[in-house]
């Protein structure tokens, strides 16, 4: 992809109008396409929720400007080139002001502004990750995946929905310099030093909630083990392989043949 399509109808997400171009540089493309796929890998993995949500993505060599899709999108209709451009206040840079999601700036751009290492910040309603919100002691290491995140899971109460600016700088401040975190009520979140990363450590957070409740519903008696132990698992996955390294590669060979339109 060499160059950017922009978006034509207010309000519409119409994948197959016709619309000016714009050349961006190599670093930009990439990042495009690497968040496409992860929108497309977060429908094919029930991880999104019809136009609702939202993953963005910094650009790369840029403090400020973010990349997400436009409201009325679906996830598996995102492709590099109709991703909008926004900045960390929500202002549409390219495209229409009524294509912005006010949410995806409220919950994301607090991160932004506190983080400049993260690159990609992942919010899902998935089913296990809504359920687990919804518990008072949140996610327990009852599996290795829940205790990839032992010590790096932060939670933010619930403020109803994210329309209000100012929970922006709540969010970031709970999160802190941790990667992963509960939205009591609400869903999850999740950051990355890149989009293979923040798509990772969603797709295990939401696996570890979802083996959770399975284990909770069964009604039967489970064992914890300790903090060492969940340290040291942590550290094992962590040091052995680290985030999406080796996940990602074979997720985009999964879309190259499924959905190969997505870095379009």
Not at 34 to 48: E, F, Q, S, T
Not at 142 to 150: G, N
Not at 232 to 242: E, I, N, W
Request: charged share 25%.
């Amino acid at each position: 992809m060499n160059q950017l399509r922009m978006p034509s109808r207010a309000g519409k997400f119409d994948p197959a109008a016709d619309v000016p171009v714009l050349q961006i540089p190599q670093t930009e493309r990439q990042q495009r396409a690497d968040l496409a796929a992860c929108y497309r890998l977060a429908d094919r993995y029930k991880m999104g929720k019809i136009i609702w949500n939202h993953i963005t993505a910094r650009v790369p060599n840029t403090a400020d400007e973010l990349l997400v899709f436009r409201l009325g999108c679906r996830y598996d209709e995102v492709t590099a080139s109709n991703l909008l451009k926004i900045n960390i206040a929500g202002h549409a840079l390219d495209g229409r002001a009524d294509s912005v999601n006010q949410a995806a700036y409220v919950i994301h751009g607090g991160i932004y502004r506190h983080r400049p290492d993260v690159m990609c910040v992942m919010h899902s309603h998935s089913r296990g990750g809504q359920a687990v919100s919804c518990l008072k002691d949140g996610l327990l290491p009852l599996s290795q995946e829940a205790m990839m995140f032992h010590e790096d899971l932060a939670y933010h109460d619930y403020e109803g929905i994210s329309d209000d600016v100012s929970e922006s700088d709540r969010l970031a401040n709970d999160l802190g310099c941790k990667n992963q975190m509960v939205l009591r009520n609400h869903g999850l979140i999740t950051v990355g030093k890149t989009v293979a990363e923040a798509f990772w450590r969603m797709f295990y957070l939401e696996m570890a909630c979802s083996l959770q409740m399975d284990v909770l519903s069964s009604g039967a008696s489970y064992c914890l083990p300790s903090d060492e132990m969940c340290r040291k698992v942590r550290d094992q996955y962590l040091t052995d392989f680290a985030p999406g390294y080796y996940e990602w590669p074979a997720l985009l060979r999964e879309l190259e043949v499924e959905a190969p339109d997505y870095k379009d």
